[in-house]
């Protein structure tokens, strides 16, 4: 049983395109997140959603644009993609903000 | 933004303890964390302390919080290499809404 589900797992393309990434999460929780995570391993925050409602974007290029149908699910979309957004992404949730965050086991953008 | 400091490397020989250590900036954090993320896997949430324990164990895992130092470790007993993987310290901060992690600690775990 899955808690926090991501798809895809992989994800190959080329610069230009527009993609999108599921998230979904069966664990109740209120608040879901999205993380970058690049080739050097580091993690940054991206979005922060409570509810459905966005609570952190944290300096985003606009061609990233979230979306959060209901609070179970908050998926990523993202337009022209380019080199620079190769990284694993990672969703995340949690019973609400400042709470411990329950990680999915990533998408792998690779852009060509 | 607020630093998360670790050591980037540490290798130790199975059965011996491993301890990792970690720095942060901002005070206001509820809880401190502790996650593990193996080669190509997600990452596992392994332990958190909320901020006013100065200690945590849990079974082979034991967290220390320095308040006033901002420096919280992982101390993880009888080694295995299965404990190989990178171990990221990571605070809540003021919002409580975003998580700002350290650069990762790669454990090497030799036999």
């Known amino acids: 049983d899955t808690a926090v589900s991501q798809t895809p797992k992989y994800l190959v393309t080329q610069m230009g395109n527009d993609k999108s990434i599921k998230c979904e999460q069966n664990?109740?929780?209120?608040?879901m997140y999205w993380y970058k995570q690049d080739s050097k391993k580091f993690l940054k925050i991206m979005f922060s959603?409570?509810?459905?409602?966005?609570?952190i974007n944290e300096t985003v290029p606009n061609r990233f644009s979230p979306k959060s149908p209901d609070k179970a699910h908050l998926n990523l979309h993202i337009n022209s993609l380019e080199l620079g957004d190769s990284a694993v992404y990672f969703c995340?949730?949690?019973?609400?903000?400042?709470?411990?965050?329950?990680f999915g086991d990533g998408t792998r953008l690779s852009i060509l | 933004g607020e630093d998360v400091e670790q050591s980037l490397f540490l290798s130790v020989r199975e059965g011996d303890s491993s301890v990792i250590n970690c720095t942060y900036t901002?005070?206001?954090?509820?809880?401190l964390y502790w996650y593990k993320q193996e080669p190509g896997a997600g990452l596992q949430l392994l332990t958190y302390?909320?901020?006013?324990?100065d200690m945590k164990q849990d079974q082979r895992l034991t967290v220390l919080l320095n308040k006033k130092d901002k420096h919280l470790s992982l101390r993880i007993a009888d080694t295995q290499t299965g404990d190989s993987a990178i171990y990221f310290c990571?605070?809540?901060?003021?919002?409580?809404?975003?998580?700002?992690f350290g650069k990762g600690t790669s454990l090497l775990v030799t036999p």
């Open positions: 959603y409570n509810n459905k409602e966005l609570i």
């Open positions: 990571a605070e809540s901060g003021n919002s409580g809404y975003a998580l700002n």
């Open positions: 302390i909320f901020s006013n324990m």
């Open positions: 664990l109740g929780h209120d608040t």
């Open positions: 995340a949730s949690s019973p609400r903000g400042d709470q411990p965050q329950h």
């Open positions: 901002d005070s206001s954090s509820t809880y």
